[in-house]
């Protein structure tokens, strides 16, 4: 579970199963976990985040999504 970015109170990662899908993100803070896709950016799984938590994390992946596209094509070209 390679971590690609800690930002505040979350944790931004990706499974290493997860190459057969397309790009995405793991969010989780404490027991919450969401999952994004990268490319367009939308929520693919909630993970009991509030609505104003979803919206802080949109921003965040807006912000740094080509690193993260970046994180993950490095990590799955192997």
Do not use: C
């Amino acid at each position: 579970m390679p971590t690609i970015l800690n930002y505040g109170p979350y944790r931004f990662y990706f499974y290493a199963g997860d190459g057969d899908e397309p790009p995405h993100v793991h969010v989780e803070r404490d027991a919450n976990i969401a999952k994004f896709w990268l490319d367009p950016v939308r929520l693919e799984n909630s993970g009991r985040f509030s609505r104003k938590e979803i919206n802080d994390i949109l921003a965040i992946i807006h912000k740094r999504r080509d690193e993260m596209q970046r994180s993950w094509d490095e990590f799955f070209s192997h």
